[in-house]
Structure formats: C-alpha cells, structure tokens
C-alpha cells in the first residue's frame, strides 16, 4: 500500500529542487527523530509551490499533495491517541480535543520550533514576503512532512514523529494558542507597507546561566523601534516587536 501510494504522490523531485545541502536535511531529520530512507520525499514535502518554475507547476512537484496526505494522517493519528489516552471522555469532547491539537496555529508553533521556516524551498519574492515565518506556509509545511513520513516509513514511525511534536498537555496547547506572535505580525505589517525587514540585536545579558535575562532591540530601516526583555532571546525579541507594533499604532 505504501508503495502504490508513494507512486501516487511521487517520489523523484526535479533537479532543481534538490536545492537542500546534505547538512540541512540531517539536521532537519535529527530535529524531527526520524531519518528518511528516500530524501526525495522530504525535498519534495519541503517545496513550496512558489519555488517552481512557471513551465513546471504541476502540483506533484510541489509539497501541497504531502500536506493533503499529511492533514488525514495526523488526524487520524491524534483522534486514535486521544481515545486510547481518554477512555471517559466524551464524542463531543473528543472532537473538540483533537480540533484543537490540529490547530494550523499549533502545528506553525511545531514547525518554528523546529526551525522549519530555514529549510523551505520557497522563490525570492515569497521570502521577501516574509515566507519563511508565515504560519500557513510552516503549518502546510509540517503537515507534508507528516504525510512523508508516513510514506516513508509506515503509520508506527509517523506516530513517533507526531507525539514527539505535537504535546497531548491541553493546557499547554491552549497556552499556545492564545499567544500572538508579534514577530509574525511586525514582519507581515512591515513587508505590507514596503518598509523592509526587521532586524533583532541582543543588547544586552544579564544573570547567572540558569536565570539570564536578555534584553533585545528591534531596528527597522536602521532606526530603534522597541525593546523587550525576557528570560530568552526568542522572549525578549517577542516582546520588542510588540512595543515596534505600538509605536506603529498609537492609542489615542
């Protein structure tokens, strides 16, 4: 089955797509805990359709049939690890659960985590865009690897991939969805207005190791627009865009 669906979704990316270095596929792979056996698969589930030539944007060239494979293998994967793990809960509640551990703005979560923006094959325009740190692109994204996986190595191995991504804490997930990503958002408004990209500058460290504290600047056309800090670079650079998106909407 595995095979003919493999044949279905294609296995042999043109040359041009194989654009990912070895170094980037590996670590890609140990980031997810799976190594393929046909990289091909994991190019191809990499290519966003901006990528492709204008003479060649047959869709099976591109990661949009993974992300379709990947979409129902992780719904059933999840809807199968919730009735095993919630023998009480109800059909409604089991719905609504596994509603909310497919959420895009979860799986974009997954995916940034990662660091899956870096390794998308995308065309300059789309990463001048802002591609790279869209979340529809990194989501579609994270469901065609799903659905490689599984094409590569079978339903068992692409649970393993799932359960390590995805958590199964409901709070923690809620927690994930009720966060704005104020990077997301300064680059989109920026990129919108043709005012370039923003640029982070950790300007300062304090604190032991186990309790630094950082504090980051953001720059946009080479001027300060905001600084945050936070007990992570990622935190304190959140938090900079935010104060960046205030200066760029004032309250009355």
Do not use: W
């Not at 290519?47 to 060239?61: I, K, Y």
């Not at 923006?117 to 529809?136: F, P, V």
């Not at 997301?184 to 186990?210: C, D, F, I, N």
């Amino acid at each position: 089955m595995l095979r003919f669906l493999s044949k279905i979704f294609g296995k042999t990316p043109a040359q041009s797509e194989i654009a990912i270095s070895v170094r980037t596929r590996t670590q890609l792979q140990q980031k997810l805990g799976y190594e393929f056996r046909q990289e091909d698969l994991l190019v191809r589930a990499l290519t966003h359709r901006s990528h492709l030539r204008s003479n060649d944007s047959r869709p099976s060239n591109s990661n949009e049939r993974l992300e379709f494979l990947g979409d129902s293998v992780l719904g059933l994967i999840v809807a199968e690890e919730l009735f095993q793990k919630y023998p009480q809960m109800s059909e409604g509640d089991l719905t609504k659960s596994k509603s909310l551990l497919v959420n895009k703005k979860v799986l974009a979560h997954v995916g940034i985590e990662l660091g899956l923006g870096d390794h998308i094959l995308m065309s300059t325009d789309e990463e001048r865009a802002g591609g790279r740190r869209r979340q529809s692109i990194v989501a579609d994204c994270m469901e065609a690897i799903i659905g490689a996986v599984y094409l590569d190595g079978g339903v068992n191995a692409t649970k393993e991939v799932v359960k390590r991504a995805i958590s199964f804490d409901f709070g923690q997930t809620s927690q994930t969805l009720s966060l704005r990503n104020y990077k997301g958002e300064l680059l989109e408004r920026l990129q919108a207005s043709g005012a370039g990209m923003p640029h982070y500058s950790v300007t300062g460290e304090k604190g032991p190791e186990h309790r630094k504290m950082f504090t980051v600047d953001v720059f946009v056309g080479g001027k300060k627009m905001g600084t945050g800090i936070g007990d992570s670079k990622k935190s304190a650079e959140q938090k900079a865009a935010e104060q960046a998106l205030e200066r760029l909407d004032p309250q009355p």
